[in-house]
T-cell receptor
């Protein structure tokens, strides 16, 4: 049972344009969401997070949007750069589950020069 | 801080052999997580510890897998006997153990079981 779903395994975007990565979840108890970025042969690194009391969080070129009613979040990268090419994982946690994270399967982003 | 350290980075072994993966946490972190990454299931949580105590091992595939935390800074994940379907990248991550919290990942161990 995949509680966090990233339905697009890959995405290709032109440099300078916007990248939008999507994530859906099924567990209504999730109250904290994170995005991680992963380069080949490295571990995932934390990118940005959002609490369920917010619907938007912005950090430079990265913005995460949360739609609780739709159980959907998205990561916007604008403008996209070739160095953003990586696998992006969405993750969620619930206060009832301690500090355990549930990850999606990832979306591979390729930014074309 | 050097970050989370994992060893070995690559392991190739034959079916039936014992495999031990090692992880050193970031100093000051209280929680330790073992994950397995596969194409089909992404990052799966195998087990996590808080203050050296196993909190949730529901993701451990079967009895062939075991994990220990002999002290506050070190953990091992053992597979005995190993099988070809165990081939994957295994990550360990650590955090301060707060809720919510950010986990910091090691570089992973790529395991190949022939």
């Amino acid at each position: 049972d995949q509680q966090v779903k990233q339905n697009s395994p890959s995405l290709s975007v032109q440099e300078g344009r916007i990248s939008i990565l999507n994530c859906d979840y099924t567990n209504s108890m999730f109250d904290y969401f994170l995005w991680y970025k992963k380069y080949p042969a490295e571990g995932p690194t934390f990118l940005i997070s959002i609490s369920s009391i917010k619907d938007k969080n912005e950090d430079g070129r990265f913005t995460v949007f949360l739609n609780k009613s739709a159980k959907h979040l998205s990561l916007h990268i604008v403008p996209s750069q070739p160095g953003d090419s990586a696998v992006y994982f969405c993750a969620a946690s619930a206060i009832s589950s301690g500090d355990k994270l549930t990850f999606g399967t990832g979306t591979r982003l390729a930014v074309r020069p | 801080d050097a970050g989370v350290i994992q060893s070995p980075r690559h392991e190739v072994t034959e079916m039936g052999q014992e495999v031990t993966l090692r992880c050193k946490l970031i100093s000051g972190h209280n929680s330790l997580f073992w994950y397995r990454q596969t194409m089909m299931r992404g990052l799966e949580l195998l087990i996590y510890f808080n203050n050296n105590v196993p909190i949730d091992d529901s993701g451990m595939p079967e009895d062939r897998f075991s994990a220990k935390m002999p002290n506050a800074s070190f953990s091992t994940l053992k597979i005995q006997p190993s099988e070809p379907r165990d081939s994957a990248v295994y990550f360990c991550a650590s955090s301060f153990g707060q809720n919510p919290d950010t986990q910091y990942f090691g570089p992973g161990t790529r395991l190949t079981v022939l």
